[in-house]
């Protein structure tokens, strides 16, 4: 259970960034962190699935990824987080530092593409929040790097931006190995599991 004092940190930060949101018309100068209850839930996720090596592709200012930590912390485990903007990325690495969480978060500032083709570990679970257009083109590396048998993707915004990620979506269901459930929690939630 995450203690007073993170629980109190990330509620200020949630509160501050959903009004930094509200000010913005352009939408890629908005934050667009996770929700509550979808952070909540992935932390249970992590917990019940004892998650050991943790991806995160979006990091904006750092929300979610306090929330990865958190329970990675929990589980004896560590989080990558892959962040374009490098502004962004510093924000959330200060505010990871500031909950003494830095020695399970590892920031990598660039392309998600990039990272993702690149990389060799096997994650037992991936968050997936960033720029919903290049799903399709993220799917056959996010499915060589799920640990097999038991290793889960989320992906966010699946119900608010249906029609942007519908495809991507269907791509998943038509794979035989995998699982997946629409979940009615924040913005919506795919949860991928590996067969």
Known sequence: MPNTIF????????DTFKQHDSQQSDRLQ?????????????????R????KSILEIGTSTGYSTLWLAEAAQATGGQVITVEIDAK??????????????????????????????????KFDFILLDAERDAYENYWPDLKRLM?????????????SHAAEVNRFIALIK??????????????GLCLVVTK
């Not at 908005?30 to 992590?46: D, G, P, T």
């Not at 190995?177 to 009615?184: A, E, V």
């Open 30 to 46: 908005r934050y667009r962190n996770i929700e509550v209850e979808s952070a909540q839930l992935i932390s249970q996720l992590i």
């Open 88 to 121: 962004r990325s510093a924000e959330a690495k200060r505010h990871v530092a500031e909950l003494e969480l830095s020695e399970i978060v590892q920031f990598w500032v660039g392309d998600a593409a990039d990272y993702l083709k690149a990389a060799q570990e």
């Open 174 to 187: 038509k794979d035989p190995d995998y699982m997946s459930s629409i979940l009615p929690v924040g913005a």
């Open 147 to 159: 640990k097999p048998k038991g290793g889960v993707l989320v992906v966010d915004n699946v119900i």
């Open 7 to 14: 629980l109190q940190r990330v509620a200020d930060l949630y």
């Open 48 to 51: 019940m699935q004892q998650a």
